[in-house]
């Protein structure tokens, strides 16, 4: 009965740990997720810091360097792209009159066809009621938010890689592991960031590629920014895909005067993306981060929930890093395989599953 009342007791500890853990994650975002994401980068940027220092450069200044090389490339990126997304809001008008003649033709022939009445005589519609000054609010808010989040990250970077030392000391003292076990964790950690986070830039500018050179030869007119979004929108596994092409083959389809051209839109855009599941992403990201699909799907949607879009990138990772964190404590090991992808079933265990099926499952 104890070890009954004890495992309770153990069960409710997590049980407890986890809500208030799932409510500090929430409510304190706007300082955690640009923490992330500056320890994240700061493990990507750690070879390219550690070369330089190694070269007798000192410390600050190698990495005010490789956060400089980082922000150079992302800054000309940005600018092509802002350019071409002036110019697509300066469209919206012209878009939104289009997108309203064509519902309005295919819901008239719909009341033909079935005697349907849409109450199109009644009520006018537009595009434009979807940009509300609420909603403008609302975007600009947040627009700000994300630029406060994004301008905090270059110092978390430069303060984590500076004191990269004083950090992994404070992880000797904390643990009763030993050091080298620390270590191991930590390189262990550190490469499952580095490789996650360089395969998807590899695999994001591979797509990118792939789709700027269709939507250009297709006359696109944006291309290099539909290129840009769709594969952003593909480092949200599973559901980013299928949000970035609808929003493109719309796009498609309010530009043209054919059904030919979205569905090839279409059509190309499911290959890329075949090409890019099969092909690209075990290429080049590997098993990085070694966990099932479940769980994956689990970390998307739980992440999105707390940090939004930040969060459905991020977890991925961090779940990746809870695994190996399971494997190396005894009691944490069962959860640490639940998570993983490597089936293995002992022949013990399968007699037993056997047993059960038969007497249970007639």
Do not use: C, H
Request: aromatic share 16%.
């Amino acid at each position: 009965m104890d070890k009954t009342l004890e495992g309770i007791q153990k069960i409710a500890y997590a049980l407890v740990i986890f809500v208030f853990s799932i409510i500090i994650l929430y409510n304190g975002a706007f300082i955690i997720v640009p923490l992330v994401w500056g320890m994240f980068f700061a493990f990507s940027l750690y070879p390219l810091t550690n070369w330089l220092e190694e070269r007798r450069i000192p410390r600050a200044l190698s990495i005010l360097l490789g956060i400089l090389i980082v922000l150079v490339v992302a800054l000309g990126i940005i600018y092509l792209l802002f350019n071409q997304m002036l110019a697509l809001l300066a469209d919206i008008p012209e878009i939104g009159e289009k997108l309203t003649q064509k519902v309005d033709l295919y819901l008239t022939d719909l009341q033909l066809l079935f005697g349907i009445d849409f109450g199109l005589e009644d009520e006018k519609w537009s595009i434009s009621n979807l940009f509300s000054g609420e909603m403008l609010n609302s975007t600009l808010f947040s627009t700000g938010k994300s630029l406060t989040l994004a301008a905090i990250i270059p110092l978390y970077i430069f303060l984590l890689l500076y004191y990269k030392d004083f950090f992994i000391e404070f992880l000797f003292k904390v643990s009763n592991k030993s050091n080298s076990q620390i270590l191991a964790w930590s390189a262990d950690s550190g490469k499952v960031i580095q490789g996650y986070l360089i395969g998807i830039v590899k695999v994001t500018s591979i797509v990118a590629i792939l789709s700027g050179i269709f939507f250009y030869f297709l006359g696109v007119k944006y291309y290099l920014l539909f290129a840009a979004w769709i594969a952003f929108m593909n480092l949200i596994p599973y559901i980013g895909v299928i949000v970035s092409s609808a929003l493109v083959i719309l796009y498609v389809f309010l530009t043209t005067d054919t059904f030919i051209y979205p569905l090839i839109t279409l059509a190309v855009l499911w290959g890329i993306q075949v090409v890019e599941n099969n092909l690209i992403t075990p290429w080049v990201v590997g098993s990085k981060v070694n966990v099932n699909a479940f769980v994956v799907i689990l970390a998307i949607l739980m992440g999105g929930g707390l940090w939004g879009i930040s969060g459905m990138v991020l977890f991925i990772p961090i779940t990746g890093i809870l695994k190996i964190t399971f494997d190396r404590i005894d009691g944490l090991k069962p959860y640490g395989f639940l998570m993983g992808d490597n089936i293995v079933v002992t022949e013990k265990n399968e007699n037993l599953w056997r047993i059960f099926r038969k007497k249970y499952w007639k």
